[in-house]
Structure formats: structure tokens, C-alpha cells
């Protein structure tokens, strides 16, 4: 019988998997940190999926961009998220020819407010999330409750060391001015308020 499964049900399927498995170590004496191998695309949002979400990060895989216009609009309603903050200018672009509402600060309503950043990569191996200046403000990522992030599954990598790739590939020589890597939201215990939720919206744009 014909298989029909979708890309998208695959790595869904193995990503629920992974979360009830929850690291089950089958194989005690192997080498981790080893690099003997590249994951497929497959395995990479699995194994970021099973270490973001342990951070406490919300994960949302999308098929592609128009998944991805869906899955955001559906969030935001169950949120009650009436502003979003944009600053990379490719992405707010796109979603104002959605028609979503942006806005330039937190106004009245911060609690009606999230940020929507762009990832300018992502590690598979620690389910960590890098930001720059040129595309980041960085209030949106440090003084907003509620983050939402914007990520292409063609930037992710296995580790720190492929992620600064990206960057270089992207900007050459100039690298931007700040660079900062995450892993999920704040703690709790921070007096700030800032950050309380982070979820990320991986869009397979290899379709």
C-alpha cells in the first residue's frame, strides 16, 4: 500500500515521539560530542523541537509560508494578541500584506502585544534561537512579555560553530554589531516581566 504520509505529518509524528520519549538514553557509551555525521532536515527540528520545548518554548511546525500566515493568525486569536512589533523589514513586510496589525511600541495594552522577530539561525543541538542588531530590536527581545519567532528550517544548524556560518554567508565580513543566542524564555524568577513566553514558528521553506 502507497504511503501518503505528508513531510510535515513525518516530523510531527517524530517530534511527539521524542517528547514523550524524553531523551531516552539507548545508547550509553557513544561519543555525543562527536561529529560523525549530518543530520537530515528532518532530524534537525526534531532534535530542536525536543531541546526548545524542555527549555519551556512553545514549537509550531509549518509547512510552508502560507502554514505559517495560518498558524500565526490562529495563534493570535487564541492569545488575544491584537499588536504585533516587527523590526526585521522583510517580515513586516509580508505580514502587512496580510493585513495584521503592527505597531511601532507597546502602547496601552501590553498585554494585547507580542514581538515578532526573524531567527537568524538555529541550532538543532541545544534548541537555541540567534538574533543580530540588524534585523533584532533589542527591546523587542528583552522588554516584551510575549515573543513570537520567525525561523526558516533552511537556517538551522547543528551547533553554535554552523550557526556563526550562516551569519558569515549572510553578511561577509561585517558581522552585525550584537549577536545574541537564546534558549527559551526567561526564568520565572525575573523581576523584569520580560520574556515569559517564546514560541517559534519553523517553516520548512524547502518545499
Given at each position: 500500500m502507497e504511503d501518503i504520509t505528508t513531510p510535515r505529518e513525518k516530523i510531527l509524528k517524530k517530534v511527539r515521539a521524542g517528547l514523550l520519549n524524553k531523551f531516552a538514553a539507548h545508547f550509553p557509551d557513544v561519543e555525543m560530542e562527536?561529529?560523525?555525521?549530518?543530520?537530515?532536515?528532518?532530524?534537525?527540528?526534531?532534535?530542536?523541537?525536543?531541546?526548545?520545548?524542555?527549555?519551556?518554548?512553545?514549537f509550531i511546525y509549518c509547512h510552508n509560508n502560507f502554514d505559517f500566515h495560518e498558524n500565526l493568525i490562529i495563534w493570535m486569536e487564541k492569545k488575544g494578541i491584537k499588536h504585533l512589533l516587527i523590526s526585521d523589514p522583510d517580515l513586516k513586510r509580508e505580514i502587512e500584506n496580510l493585513g495584521l496589525p503592527i505597531s511601532e511600541s507597546m502602547g496601552d495594552h501590553p498585554e494585547q502585544t507580542a514581538a515578532l522577530l526573524a531567527a537568524e539561525a538555529l541550532t538543532a543541538r541545544n534548541g537555541g534561537l540567534l538574533f543580530s542588531s540588524a534585523t533584532t530590536q533589542r527591546d523587542y527581545l528583552s522588554g516584551v512579555q510575549v515573543?513570537?519567532?520567525?525561523?526558516?528550517?533552511?537556517?538551522?544548524?547543528?551547533?553554535?560553530?554552523?550557526a556563526l556560518v550562516t551569519l558569515k554567508n549572510r553578511y561577509?565580513?561585517?558581522?552585525?554589531?550584537?549577536?545574541?543566542?537564546?534558549?527559551?524564555?526567561?526564568?520565572?524568577?525575573?523581576?523584569?516581566?520580560?520574556?515569559k513566553e517564546l514560541v517559534l514558528f519553523l517553516v520548512n521553506d524547502h518545499i
Open positions: 562527536t561529529d560523525i555525521f549530518h543530520y537530515s532536515d528532518e532530524d534537525h527540528a526534531v532534535s530542536f523541537a525536543k531541546h526548545f520545548t524542555n527549555m519551556g518554548g512553545g515573543v513570537a519567532v520567525f525561523g526558516k528550517l533552511s537556517k538551522m544548524g547543528d551547533d553554535m560553530r554552523q561577509g565580513e561585517k558581522l552585525p554589531s550584537l549577536i545574541t543566542f537564546v534558549q527559551g524564555p526567561l526564568k520565572e524568577n525575573n523581576k523584569s516581566g520580560a520574556r
